[in-house]
């Protein structure tokens, strides 16, 4: 038996571990606010002035840890309740299916947000500013009163990003500059990309191109696409499974710069794809802007790239898709997909509008792998990998 003296410390000790025990259990299931500054949590009334003014006092309190991961979340949280994103948004369908001449898995997203996307073929025209689907002036426009976005800059250029409103992705952002200007694919996009992944190395940089038919959605304003990829349970795309393509002899398709400080390796993928890898930001950006102009000068205003861009520890990967706009769909199967494929369904998801039937879509699923090989094909416009690697090696002996 104890006696009193020797109960009261024991009792104590009982208590105390309950509480830990409880905060411990709470904090495992409870996610605190990355602000704890009540004042600096986005309210739906909040205009964007306020919007503003609160993200950069999140960013700084963020400091070096990651300042642009830590804004999405808030305005992720935000989209979510004021209506900015549609509840649709969860009603997406994605079905994988495995290529297995390429030994990988491929995924075809039937999302409703796609439905009445571009309904019709695409014609190009010019776009005037005001005109201007994503220039700044729609933040709270009467069209898009919810629309709140987070001023930063890449490579010293005004830039803003916000969600996108059909996403795709987890987190899946839209880079924006101030400046309305024409949509480019070059060397810049491969320095801006770089430039994001160093102020947010928990998420993948993609850039479409500057023509029809290659990915260009709003050739009017340069843009740029993130996605949220930190997470390793999240399942990597395709593209990031691939393995280095061989040759005849057996021997792994890379190639690397004279001082060796970039490898450029041809990926065995259904797209042509070339992995750029290294540390030094400086040495990739400039091979890979060689790669760009060499593949250019083969076929002006009708050759183009994709970009994806990672950082991987301490280590840049730039994977460029070499497009042409030559390279189209055929018509049956623009029936079931009439817009462009771009960056994410050259990655590995073809993102399809509904289907207007069940039929329709019972068929796309049992067809699932001829459907994507059918579209891949027609896109490509090399016939191998050897003559992808022809391309690289001619961009190492080229002048800039
Ligand atoms: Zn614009």
């Not at 309305?180 to 770089?194: I, Y």
């Not at 060796?260 to 750029?276: K, T």
């Not at 009708?302 to 018509?331: C, D, F």
Request: aromatic share 8%.
């Amino acid at each position: 038996m104890l006696n009193r003296a020797e109960k009261q410390p024991l009792c104590l000790f009982i208590i105390f571990s309950l509480l830990l025990l409880g905060a411990s259990w709470s904090w495992g299931g409870f996610k605190p606010p990355v602000a704890s500054d009540q004042s600096s949590v986005l309210h739906v009334k909040d205009s964007q002035a306020t919007v503003s003014e609160k993200l950069k006092v999140i960013a700084s309190a963020a400091g070096a840890a990651s300042p642009i991961a830590t804004v999405v979340e808030h305005l992720h949280r935000l989209n979510t309740t004021n209506g900015y994103l549609s509840k649709d948004r969860h009603k997406v369908e994605t079905n994988s299916f495995w290529l297995a001449e390429y030994n990988l898995p491929w995924r075809i997203q039937i999302n409703p947000l796609r439905g009445n996307y571009m309904p019709k073929l695409p014609r190009y025209r010019e776009t005037l500013a005001s005109q201007c689907k994503i220039c700044d002036h729609n933040i709270e426009s009467e069209k898009k009163p919810n629309l709140r976005a987070y001023d930063f800059t890449l490579n010293d250029q005004k830039y803003f990003l916000q969600e996108s409103p059909f996403p795709m992705l987890k987190n899946h952002l839209v880079l924006i500059p101030h400046e309305h200007s024409r949509m480019r694919a070059d060397q810049q996009n491969v320095e801006d990309g770089l430039d994001f992944v160093s102020q947010a190395p928990e998420y993948t940089f993609a850039s479409n191109s500057c023509y029809f038919w290659t990915g260009c959605s709003i050739p009017g304003h340069h843009h740029y696409q993130a996605y949220y990829s930190g997470n390793e349970q999240e399942k990597p795309l395709p593209i990031y499974l691939a393995s280095v393509a061989l040759d005849d002899e057996q021997q792994e398709m890379i190639r690397y710069t004279e001082d060796h400080g970039v490898s450029l390796s041809v990926l065995h993928f259904p797209a042509a794809v070339v992995l750029l890898a290294g540390e030094d930001t400086e040495a990739i950006a400039g091979q890979a802007g060689q790669l760009i102009r060499t593949w250019k000068k083969k076929d002006r205003n009708q050759n183009t790239v994709n970009l994806l861009i990672r950082k991987k520890g301490e280590s840049y990967e730039v994977r460029i898709i070499l497009r042409s706009a030559r390279y189209r769909p055929p018509k049956h199967l623009l029936s079931i997909k009439s817009e462009p494929m771009g960056w994410l369904e050259l990655a590995g998801m073809l993102v399809m509008p509904q289907p207007k039937t069940e039929k329709i879509r019972e068929r796309l699923i049992s067809e699932g792998e001829e459907t994507i090989q059918d579209f891949m094909r027609s896109i490509n416009p090399f016939k191998n990998s050897q003559a992808i690697l022809e391309l690289v090696e001619k961009s190492l002996h080229d002048s800039p």
